[in-house]
């Protein structure tokens, strides 16, 4: 239950999971109506507290319910947040006994009526990293029928042909039995507390309810027989592939192939069978490859289909089940219990309803689809070197956390230059509000953001604008309900989850690496090698999609322990092998997708991925994720600092390799640690918000122009100031409290949208500045050469750049110096030569006689400097990107992405109905607040006279 009902997202990565304590409690009184009062008593000696990091005796209450049938799960608890419990369920602690008790009536706790049973285990305030006991389950009510055989909710595997019995206990008197197989009634007993029945001859599958009545209530008991259906062994047709094969030609046929070794035998249950497969429905076994495979016939094309196999071992490992249900491992869209009602229908419109009476996930089949229509079928991937890439969490973008959401803020992304987004992980993860590590179902994707084809429409879009989009991948591990997790797992509780076993042919039983989240794949099994080669062929084919980041690559050894860090840390030729196989069958797809390793580990390794056959045509390599946080946060801060390792060559790569950033989903704001954190000196004082904002464009230029792909983090730009670790309630709970990283992962405000961060001259400045340095980046050959970043602690920081290959009639070099000192200083400088240089932020000059004289930067300022003037001069700059006006349509106030001497505002007629004068002001503001509903014309006027007219809708 505890998986179906928690919304467990991905931990942080240094995270590992305990196994749950198993306490000991009691009930009183041990019969109780749903109106009772009663006591939950837990034995204190039975809880390791230290484990789960209570300090002060506080556990929780996690509540459940489910109806007289035991069914249907009812009620809403107080429970809280996983990783933040209400006090309304928290346990009182009695030192003199060394117990927690709670005292509660189920109606009123539970907040609902016809319970039949409650749940509950017990928890720390956070319960992330598996701080919590086992499940425990408790019958409500006088009356209860106790099933002695088989087991309750389970699936008894048979010869054809056997009989089975089927026995029952109540409390409370004699009581009325019906027993139901397939929905008929096949056995009545009108007066007993002893039922017994054998039902003979059993040839086909079953599904059985045992009703028992007393006083006008009745309890339901239900359970299964699975007939053995002796497996046909017959070849499989040539050319399939695991998971669903569609018919080329006949949309009423399609081919289901499931790779289940060990296995007895599998029962393909769905909607086109009732959710009751015959023996017409039992799939068949290639003989040669042991996959097991059905062609599923009358399909109706264009109509939605739901299935689940139903895997059987007659003769499981201990603690495993006989039969485990489950969906396709190679799903492209499932349907959820546990997820699906949250997802908005403004998201996902006409989303298939999960189907009736169904548990776990179920896979969705449809013939005759119709493919998208690409508008860009052919596009050109912007160079690695070139990369400025916008790391994007869909569900923290905008409040609508969808992919409408990106797509209606297109123009956004242009205007900042970027040329790639990366989304965070998208494929079918657990719960709905999660970062998406937590993934589960690696080729489907996670309705919550959208529908596939949104999806798609948001590719294409970035792709008809020039932008790359690249999809961060967690591939080391897969969460509790994977389907491959799931068919060879220890399920000692018997909810339908658990841990592989030494079985399981995919993943380890324990981590390889010290890591570890989930369950932990095994990358040297073919079978994993498989599997994730069909990930990248669904995704780079069927959405285009132009690159991967691969989450945790640390994880894929088979060299370690979970307790190894040194291990896990050190070269490791399993690992750098498999990863180099990985991005070989990429490249072999798309020999120009993008390669990208969240290493974050020794020069070694990266050094041999970024080098790996960069001297191919085209040029392949495998960027490194590069973090630089904390360098970059020390200088925006005021504090001294070295950002040598910015450059790829100081790690050893032969090109510019390394996706360097400032920040980035993992680590703390800048911005955050600039105001909580920040020096001062006087008047100027970092901690003061608009004096650690003007500190970031020179943030920007220290990092973005660095040679080498870049990545930007999501309202960086803007200078994103909460915390990552803002919780829920509004509230920060950051490295300094109780749990270290406690609601890192919680939903996030939308303060950049709601309060027009964009109409904010101080956060405007860092976006405007950032999209000239990342058009700068882009259109200029210099930042494709070699940079030499000074290498000492400094707060004043020193980048030369010089390209050899551009002749010195060419922009070819290129200093940035930058003070992030709290006072003026007279930084040192170190031009390459004598003679005129161009600031390339505005194209003023500078005549050098002396190329180490300093020169005088006030504090957080800098300088972009290069021998000739950029291509793009700032006045071509400003017009061939035309000017943009935002946002549009108007409420109260505009503004111009250019600097403008003059801007009039005339009406649809032609009248002249407002003058601004601006003098040069880039972050001026235009009030149009009192003027009335309707469109206007704009013409706005540059140093030169030159002018350029736009329309905005007034609100």
Known sequence: MKKTLLK????????????????????????????????????????????????????????????????????????????????????????????????????????????????????????????????????????????????????????????????????????????????????????????????TNVTSNQNYELLATQAGVTISKKFSVIVNPNTVSETMPTGLVDGINYNSTDATKATLVLDAPLKDFVYVAGSFNNWQPTSAYAMKKDPTTGKFWLELNGLVSGVNNTYQYWVVDATPLANSPAMVKTADPYSTLVLSPYDDADIPSTSYPNLPAYPAGQNFEVTVLKTGQTPYNWQVSNFTKPEKEKLVVYEVLVRDFDAAKNYQSLIDKIDYFKNLKINAIELMPVMEFEGNESWGYNTSFHMALDKFYGTSDKLKELIDLCHQNGIAVILDVALNHAFGRNPMVRMWMNDPDGDGFGSPTAENPYFNTTAKHT??????????????????????????????????????????????????????????????????????????????????????????????????????????????????????????????????????????????????????????RLMYKNVQYGASSGSYNVKTLNTALSRMSAIGAVSLLVPGPKMIWHFGELGWDESIFTCNNGTVNDS???????????????????????????????????????????????????????????????????????????????????????????????????????????????????????????????????????????????KGNSVNLFPNPVTDYFTLNIATTKVQVYSISGQLVKSFTTHGNLDFQFSVSDLKTGIYLVKAFDENNKTQVMKFIKK
């Open 8 to 199: 467990i997202f991905l931990l942080m990565s240094a995270i590992s999971f305990a196994q749950q304590q198993t306490v000991t409690y009691s009930v009183s009184p041990s019969t109780f109506e749903e109106t009772t009062s009663i006591t939950i008593t837990i034995n204190g000696s039975s809880v390791n507290e230290s484990t789960w990091g209570v300090t002060d005796h506080k556990l929780y209450l996690w509540a459940w319910a489910f109806d007289t049938n035991d069914t249907t799960q009812k009620g809403t608890p107080d429970n809280g947040a996983w990783d933040n419990s209400s006090d309304a369920s928290i346990f009182t602690y009695n030192a003199g006994t060394d117990t927690y008790t709670k005292t509660f009536t189920p109606t009123t706790f539970y907040n609902t009526t016809g319970i039949g049973k409650i749940g509950f285990l017990i928890k720390a305030k956070n319960g992330n990293g598996d701080k919590k006991s086992q499940d425990i389950l408790v019958e409500v009510g006088s009356f209860q029928v106790t099933l002695t055989a088989p087991i309750q909710n389970s699936a008894t595997i048979i010869a054809s042909g056997s009989n089975f019995n089927i026995t029952a206990t109540n409390t409370n008197g004699a009581a009325s039995y019906t027993l139901k197989a397939n929905g008929a009634t096949i056995n009545t007993n009108t007066s007993t507390s002893n039922y017994s029945y054998l039902h």
């Open 515 to 668: 890591y570890s989240v989930g369950e932990d794949f095994n990358h040297q099994s073919l079978k994993t090698q498989n599997y994730v080669e069909r990930v990248v062929k669904q995704w780079i084919e069927e959405y285009k999609i132009d690159g991967f980041r691969w989450d945790l690559t640390k994880g894929f050894t088979q060299a370690c322990t979970d307790s190894d860090e040194p291990c896990t840390n050190k070269y490791q030729q399993d690992r750098v092998d498999i990863l180099k196989k990985y991005a070989d069958y990429s490249w072999s797809l798309d020999p120009t997708h993008y390669t990208i390793f969240e290493h974050l580990g020794t020069d070694g390794e990266e050094k041999e991925w970024a080098n790996y056959k960069i001297s191919e045509t085209p040029s392949k390599g495998i960027m490194m994720w590069g973090k630089m946080t904390d360098p970059y946060n020390e200088l925006s801060m005021g504090y001294a600092s070295n950002i040598s390792r910015m450059a790829s060559a100081s790690h050893g790569f032969t090109a510019n390799r390394l996706m360097g950033y400032a920040e980035s989903h993992d680590e703390e």
């Open 736 to 878: 300094s409290g109780t749990i270290p990283g406690d609601c890192k992962l919680d939903t996030k405000p939308q303060p950049q949208w709601v309060e027009n961060w964009q109409g904010d001259s101080n956060r405007n400045k860092i976006y405007n500045d950032w999209s000239k340095m990342i058009t700068l980046k882009i259109t200029e050959p210099v930042f494709l050469g070699t940079p030499t970043i000074a290498t000492a602690n400094s707060l004043s920081v020193n980048i030369k750049i010089t390209n050899p290959n551009l002749a010195t009639t060419q922009l070819k070099d290129v200093l940035i110096v930058a003070n992030f000192d709290v006072t003026t200083q007279n930084v040192a400088t170190g031009f390459q030569y004598t003679g005129t240089w161009y600031n390339l932020m505005d194209n003023t000059t500078i005549n050098v006689a002396d190329v180490n004289a300093p020169i005088s930067l006030p504090a957080g300022e800098y300088r972009i400097y290069g021998n000739k003037q950029a291509n793009l001069a700032i006045a071509d700059f400003e």
